[in-house]
């Protein structure tokens, strides 16, 4: 797996702060989900950034952006194949949009317990699975598990991804069946 460089789009900063002034709900004050989710569409429409992304075929790449209200944000490429395994953001909201192609996002309509259990065996009917096709996004709440995929043979997606407060850390889970089990806690550094 390749990591480009992390790399600022002034480009894309601009306008990012030329929304923020525009919304005068956002101030100083965190940015809420849907905050980061406009801005996460506003990124990926932006064809000029989208087209700055390096593309390896062997691993996914990714940029920093300079999200709103001093949030993480990040555009990725997935080849095709690749996929995040399953994980959360601890106690980060977020939002993500694809740009190009199509990602598939597996989740879990379930709050977690936050600590203190290695395993866990869910419940029926916890699992939900949506198509985000190029241009469709959604936002997420504190706690959020899930999986993204890029599951085309053939093309590479390209996505943009945005988090409040910036990522302190990931839990990564495996899954086997209906059990969860806690692999381990990453930094976000390692992360997608
Ligand atoms: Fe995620």
Do not use: C
Not at 34 to 56: G, H, I, K, M, T
Not at 105 to 130: F, H, I, M, N, Q
């Amino acid at each position: 797996m390749s990591v480009s460089p992390t790399v600022s789009s002034s480009a894309f900063s601009a306008s990012a702060t030329s929304a923020s002034i525009a919304s005068p709900a956002s101030g100083s004050s965190a940015p809420t989900q849907s905050e980061l989710l406009d801005f996460a569409r506003r990124a990926a429409a932006d064809a000029e950034l989208v087209a700055s992304l390096p593309l390896d075929p062997e691993g996914r790449t990714w940029v920093r952006l300079e999200g709103p209200g001093g949030s993480e944000a990040w555009l990725i490429g997935w080849p095709p194949g690749t996929g995040t395994g399953w994980h959360d953001h601890a106690d980060s909201v977020g939002a993500f949009v694809t740009a190009a192609g199509e990602l598939k996002e597996y989740s879990l309509a379930a709050r977690l317990p936050t600590d203190g259990w290695k395993t866990l065996e869910l419940t029926d009917g916890v699992d939900r699975e949506r198509r985000l096709p190029s241009g469709k996004g959604r936002s997420f709440g504190r706690h959020h598990v899930h999986e993204v995929l890029n599951e085309s043979a053939e093309e590479h997606a390209i996505s943009v991804h945005a988090y409040y407060p910036p990522l302190p850390r990931i839990r990564r889970y495996s899954r086997t069946g209906q059990v969860l089990r806690l692999e381990h806690v990453e930094r976000p550094e390692d992360w997608q």
